[in-house]
């Protein structure tokens, strides 16, 4: 299917026709606007970042880059030099076009003193697409308020293998799970009148070995059913208005020049009209890394006839060696004049064309205010993950008026100590894409901006006075702490242990882009610390703020509690303290697995019979926990699934009644999942098609129904056509490996291909 895009204003295509070959090829760079920033890309000392910025610049710009995030800078302050850059090209330029600014906003705006949110993995936990599209909605707002046009998020690349450092920035391994958090935040930016882009199109979560820039060795059947997924979700059903493509290449092809996707699949078979714009330094790759273009004239003609519009973050290869592969022929200007036309009409739709930036810039803007706090601080209770408790948790609360009086809440624990390299480490709550760990980990002494909590702080402050030592560091092999913190910990009731990660870019961290592992044990020598105090008997609470799930199996089976946070945010610390006191009921949801060891990598729940939970080897890659998994303080009982059978282009009726059986309010993730029977070719042992979370008091029902479309089942055929086939499907409400409760259904008729128009997302009512 071919899709048939709009013309052209009568506006933009009058504007094309007027440009010459320069302003046209200035309209579809992008350039640093402070050029004193920090390292924010890869190989960026390697590569040219003011390739002929001033030439473009005279000509005109499509995009200005980062400039609000690359350095501590007040707000007010760069929106007056923003405003100046934009005067000076509506006013200095022929034509008048201002650029199109953009910035990273994965966890919040990237920007000096701006709200800091959980990170995504975070977000696939809570299983709250409401509550991420509120979010993104708030993000929106504030770059629309300082002229920002364009957010650099989401990421909707499926997790394959923790071991890569990127896992951080994904949502989870679920593709319906990544599609459906992602669409939200898509709908939720954009709602501001920001455009979303999508990251990475496609695959680089499937790096060989989690290496960064590594080779993806994937077939056509995996791209599609699961990486491409949430793409299309996001573009047919979100409406998402650029998409940035990867690093990848696959089988060999870089995308970055993959006509067959940035084009074949991405306009022709969803129909995006917006715009495609390249990784930084992407299309210089394909000389520089790649080894497929001879040159940089070459790597552009490439990537601008696979349909990247717009090079970031210069103009190395779309300014002069783009120019001179059009003047000799070699590049058709039409294939120029398609990316221009698509800009422009970015920029007409946004308002740009008739921006003349006159008035004064904007200042005052609240960027960190109570709503911001108030969804950061939702967010972060609802992804906290209970993983094990033998009863230890919750440790009770220490509350003002117990506290005024000299006494203990009842079942507060009178001493504990807080241990380990996280418990007194703002940084830990963020992620690589964090401010605080994209540019200010480079700016020892500049402050951070914002009201943050350490765990150690929030802890004193939910329970009362505690013990702390440090033990070690986040990496490192130095053991001197070690005596401290088991002293600290034989004198208290319980040991909090709060160990993980410190996100980082290329290297600087043990999370982060360019920071990958060849071990899933804890960093350092943090499992050896956390032993030496489970040593001495104290009841250890291990709390893991890290930004991938770690082979953690000894410490479910020794530690009296686990709890996960992947990088919670800036009011991640007071969750935590929470979660551990009993003031929040924890209700996220694991939405990735908890990995056996490092050797049994890569693993998703989405496997067939042979290489899963059901090996035919003497070694085993079940997880201890798997995707859906997580506990709560109080219980929920299933009752009443029922399921009515569908055509295989129609939807499934799924309603089950859920009740909360103990003796306090909770949240219950309700998660439907499904097999198929037989098909004709193998089949996950089972697939998240639907979810729903549900508060409910002691002892309170709720009727929950879903909408499943029988497209949630599709996959794709030995023809290489997606599509819905007829038979018995298991549907069952629980996890993927517990069945809370269970029936059959038929999908009847004959083999449904999936389209453009069919269902996608799973529609939810509670009653």
């Not at 890394?289 to 552009?300: K, N, T």
């Not at 929470?578 to 998703?604: A, D, F, K």
């Amino acid at each position: 299917m071919t899709a048939v895009q709009a013309p052209p204003s009568t506006r933009v295509a009058a504007l094309v026709a007027e440009m010459t070959l320069e302003e046209k090829l200035a309209q579809i760079t992008g350039f640093w606007e402070d050029e004193k920033g920090d390292v924010v890309a890869p190989l960026q000392g390697e590569v040219s970042v003011t390739g002929g910025r001033a030439e473009a610049t005279a000509h005109g710009i499509g995009h200005f880059t980062r400039i609000y995030g690359t350095t501590p800078v007040d707000a007010d302050a760069r929106a007056r030099v923003l405003w100046e850059r934009q005067r000076a090209l509506v006013e200095g330029t022929r034509l008048g076009i201002p650029a199109i600014v953009h910035e990273e906003i994965l966890t919040g705006l990237s920007a000096w003193k701006a709200a800091t949110y959980p990170g995504p993995l975070t977000w696939g936990a809570a299983f709250d697409p409401e509550l991420v599209a509120r979010m993104g909605a708030l993000i929106g707002r504030d770059c629309r308020a300082l002229g920002i046009h364009q957010g650099l998020a989401p990421v909707l690349d499926v997790v394959r293998d923790p071991r890569w450092g990127r896992v951080e920035e994904c949502i989870g391994e679920d593709p319906y799970l990544v599609g459906e958090m992602g669409t939200s935040y898509v709908e939720g930016v954009q709602s501001a009148g920001v455009d979303a882009t999508l990251k990475h199109f496609v695959g680089y979560s499937a790096s060989r070995a989690g290496r960064n820039f590594a080779p993806v060795s994937m077939g056509p059947r995996e791209l599609r059913d699961v990486m491409l997924v949430p793409f299309e979700m996001a573009v047919v059903d979100g409406g998402v208005r650029s998409v940035m493509h990867a690093y990848t290449e696959i089988d060999g092809l870089p995308t970055v020049a993959d006509d067959s996707l940035l084009t074949g699949v991405l306009r022709d078979e969803w129909g995006f009209d917006g715009v495609v714009v390249a990784d930084y330094f992407g299309v210089a790759f394909l000389h520089l890394l790649h080894g497929i273009a001879a040159d940089l004239s070459e790597a552009a003609a490439l990537s601008l006839e696979a349909g990247v519009d717009v090079e970031l973050p210069t103009g190395d290869a779309y300014l002069a060696p783009l120019a001179a592969a059009v003047r000799d022929g070699r590049v058709p200007e039409a294939l120029v004049d398609r990316a221009v036309a698509r800009i422009l009409a970015q920029k007409e739709r946004l308002g740009l064309l008739d921006q003349d930036f006159a008035g004064a810039p904007p200042a005052g803007v609240e960027l960190d205010g109570p709503e911001h706090r108030k969804v950061a601080r939702l967010l972060a209770e609802r992804g906290i993950v209970l993983l094990s408790n033998d009863g230890t948790l919750p440790l009770g609360r220490r509350d003002d008026a117990a506290d005024e009086g000299g006494a203990e809440a009842p079942g507060a624990p009178s001493t504990v100590a807080v241990i380990g390299p996280n418990a007194h480490r703002y940084q830990a709550m963020f992620g690589c894409y964090s401010f605080a760990n994209h540019v200010l980990d480079k700016r020892p002494g500049t402050e951070l901006g914002l009201d943050v909590s350490t765990v150690l702080d929030a802890v004193h402050a939910e329970l009362g006075e505690v013990a702390h030592a440090r033990g070690c560091d986040v990496q490192g092999d130095d053991r001197s702490g070690f005596a401290d913190a088991v002293a600290a910990a034989r004198d208290a009731e319980v040991a909090v242990m709060v160990m993980g990660d410190q996100a980082g870019l290329f290297g600087r961290g043990t999370s982060g882009e360019g920071c990958d592992t060849d071990s899933l044990e804890l960093p350092g020598v943090q499992r050896e610390l956390v032993e030496a105090v489970l040593d001495t008997g104290t009841p250890v609470v291990l709390v893991l703020l890290t930004g991938r799930p770690y082979a953690v199996g000894w410490a479910l089976e020794r530690c009296a509690a686990v709890v996960q946070a992947f990088f919670p945010g800036e009011e991640g610390a007071a969750a935590i303290a929470g979660v551990l006191s009993g003031r929040v009921n924890p209700s996220g949801r694991l939405p990735v697995s908890i990995p056996r060891h490092t050797g049994s990598q890569p693993y998703s729940y989405l496997h067939p019979r042979l290489g899963g939970d059901t090996d035919v080897t003497n070694l085993s890659s079940a997880p201890p926990l798997t995707f859906g998994e997580g506990l709560s303080y109080t219980s929920f009982a299933y009752d009443g699934l029922v399921v009515d059978d569908a055509a295989t282009d129609g939807t499934l009726r799924v309603a089950v009644t859920v009740t909360n059986t103990g003796d306090r309010a909770g949240d219950e993730v309700v998660q439907v999942y499904a097999h198929q029977r037989r098909a004709t070719l193998t089949r996950p042992v089972a697939q998240l098609v639907g979810f729903r979370r549900v508060s409910l008091g002691p002892g309170e029902s709720a009727l929950v129904e879903l909408d499943v479309p029988a497209a949630r089942l599709a996959f794709t055929g030995r023809d290489l056509v997606r599509s819905v086939e007829p038979g018995e499907v298991d549907v069952w409400v629980g996890t993927p490996r517990t069945r809370e409760v269970e029936t059959a259904a038929r999908l009847v008729g004959g083999r449904a291909p999936v389209g453009r128009d069919s269902a996608r997302r799973t529609v939810s009512r509670v009653r």
